[in-house]
């Protein structure tokens, strides 16, 4: 027997359809009415999933989240919120910082929870390649590798290999995590419960998303540690969910930005001059189906601010058994 085709009247048939129907042409929805119909979206699904798992004894749970299927319900639902404008969202408390949307969070859960599904690697390299498009370098692409020790190969276009010097003077990577630079080894003693995990990094937000940021960018976290640093975004505030965009490359993602403010002094040295506010926007375009990042842009906020973005288009992230 084959499967039928549904219907449009199929898919509404769900509570609240035929006033969604008579509603007709309805004014687009406030951006604030879009988060709210997407977390509620989120947190139904999640209902969902705590009533349809197995009676499964917590001494047998493991720590992977069960993933099931979101039921067309769910999202028609949410549809005909966002058609009405009958939505009410709920906004983080971050002890009177600006909140992440409730999208943004969601999101940010979600990514965590493809993390935890992807698959553990101990290669015997890692291997970066980024485009970089800055006012300073121009743009170019760097491809390097770099070992378990932290020692660093870098590959020109032509694929000629520069091995990395001895002694002091080769280059380490490694990944600020506090007030600390870690190599790849001690990345894998991290905790992998959020709240525990958290407590490595800064407490201002600003300085703790930066961090994170960066370990999520071109770091060898493993799938437990990922999902963590993920689930900590959720908890960091600022963070706005834009929605589905495509990179410079044309691939395409999830952007979310957080606007940021720093100040710099300029000019009179020991303390004298002016101190300037700056804000910048930085946005993080991610895969939705495996969680990495694509491509990440700085832009400094101003009317007199002409300077164009930075951007870093991150083409290859992830394991290698050679150099090449």
Same mark, same amino acid.
């Given at each position: ?92 408390? #971050? ?101 525990? =995990? ?16 960066? #370990? =999520? ?7 437990? =540690? ?12 600022? #963070? ?85």
């Amino acid at each position: 027997m084959t499967e039928r085709t549904p219907t449009p009247m199929d898919l509404l048939d769900f509570p609240g359809a035929a006033e969604l129907i008579a509603a007709g042409g309805v004014e687009p929805p406030s951006a604030e009415a879009v988060d709210g119909a997407w977390a509620a979206v989120a947190r139904a699904a999640r209902e969902e999933e705590r009533a349809t798992m197995p009676a499964t004894p917590p001494t047998q749970l493991t720590s992977r989240r069960v993933r099931r299927p979101r039921r067309l319900l769910v999202a028609a639902a949410a549809v005909a919120a966002i058609a009405t404008g009958a939505v009410a969202y709920p906004v983080l408390d #971050m002890g009177g910082e600006p909140a992440a949307t409730a999208s943004a969070s969601e999101f940010f859960e979600g990514m965590a929870e493809v993390a935890e599904d992807a698959p553990a690697t101990t290669p015997a390299y890692w291997k970066v390649r980024v485009e970089t498009d800055n006012q300073d370098d121009g743009k170019r692409t760097d491809t390097n590798y770099f070992d378990r020790e932290g020692r660093v190969w870098s590959v020109d276009a032509d694929g000629t290999v520069h091995e990395p010097p001895a002694g002091e003077e080769g280059k380490v990577k490694k990944w600020p995590v506090g007030k600390k630079w870690l190599t790849w080894p001690q990345l894998e003693k991290l905790p992998t419960d959020e709240k525990t =995990l958290a407590a490595h990094f800064p407490k201002d937000p600003n300085t703790r998303f930066d961090q994170v940021t960066i #370990m =999520l960018e071109d770091s060898p976290a493993g799938p437990e =540690l990922r999902a963590a640093l993920f689930r900590i975004l959720a908890d960091t505030p600022g #963070m706005k969910l834009v929605g589905d965009v495509r990179d410079s490359k044309g691939r395409a993602g999830v952007a979310v930005e957080i606007t940021q403010k720093s100040w710099v002094r300029l000019g009179g040295g020991g303390g004298g001059g002016s101190e300037v506010t700056l804000h910048t926007r930085d946005r993080y375009v991610i895969a939705p189906d495996t969680g990495l990042l694509l491509e990440t842009t700085h832009k400094t906020l101003g009317k007199n601010t002409t300077t164009p973005a930075d951007r870093y288009t991150w083409l290859e992230v992830g394991p290698a058994e050679r150099v090449e």
